[in-house]
T-cell receptor, first 112, second 110 residues
Framework: DAGVTQTPRHEVAEKGQTIILKCEPVSGHNDLFWYRQTKIQGLELLSYFRSKSLMEDGGAFKDRFKAEMLNSSFSTLKIQPTEPKDSAVYLC??????????FGPGTRLTVL | GQQVQQSPASLVLQEGENAELQCNFSSTATRLQWFYQRPGGSLVSLLSNPSGTKHTGRLTSTTVTKERRGSLHISSSQITDSGTYLCAMERQGTGSKLSFGKGAKLTVSP
């Protein structure tokens, strides 16, 4: 079975640009999560879907971050407009409800 | 405040020594999950443990939900065990959502 896939693996954006990150969860998993990881803050939850329904949109990240799940096998995270402080690794994870989470390889975003 | 506290923040061992990593959490948890991460790498799930003790290979996870603590024991450490170990708590009533600790960096030298 394929694990969680994320594209692109690396992204460089200019301040103010719009970027879209993509994630394909493990086939059959019904929960999907987007996280941001930085050295200072560690792992922070951005969004959480269950069976394609948005369960949590990450509070402080609402303004410029929007995650969508148009079907059960694909999700996007849009950051608009990007700021230098958004530079981080963005991780997608999926799981069965109540099961262990499986993470993708991440997208390293650098905003200049 | 930080919901999940890990200690120690870093640990240096010689190959063959055992490691004990601690995790304390501030809310009622239904489950602890331990992850491993290499520098620049993604997270790999090691053990998911609602309560009691669970083993896999050289790893033993113990979760005491009543006391809001857990631990990960690594026996006979190897150089390839070097990396960061993250504890994550699934808080009661939040579905599958996890809150993560900042991680414990383990370095195993020959």
């Amino acid at each position: 079975d394929a694990g969680v896939t994320q594209t692109p693996r690396h992204e460089v954006a200019e301040k103010g640009q719009t970027i879209i990150l993509k994630c394909e969860p493990v086939s059959g998993h019904n929960d999907l999560f987007w996280y941001r990881q930085t050295k200072i803050q560690g792992l922070e939850l951005l969004s959480y879907f269950r069976s394609k329904s948005l369960m949590e949109d990450g509070g402080a990240f609402k303004d410029r971050f929007k995650a969508e799940m148009l079907n059960s096998s694909f999700s996007t995270l849009k950051i608009q407009p990007t700021e230098p402080k958004d530079s981080a690794v963005y991780l997608c994870a999926s799981s069965w409800t109540g099961g262990a989470q499986y993470f993708g390889p991440g997208t390293r975003l650098t905003v200049l | 405040g930080q919901q999940v506290q890990q200690s120690p923040a870093s640990l240096v061992l010689q190959e063959g020594e055992n490691a004990e990593l601690q995790c304390n959490f501030s809310s009622t948890a239904t489950r602890l999950q331990w992850f491993y991460q290499r520098p620049g790498g993604s997270l790999v799930s090691l053990l998911s443990n609602p309560s009691g003790t669970k083993h896999t290979g050289r790893l033993t996870s113990t979760t005491v939900t009543k006391e809001r603590r857990g631990s990960l024991h690594i026996s006979s450490s190897q150089i390839t065990d070097s990396g960061t170990y993250l504890c994550a708590m699934e808080r009661q009533g939040t579905g599958s959502k996890l809150s993560f600790g900042k991680g414990a960096k383990l370095t195993v030298s020959p």
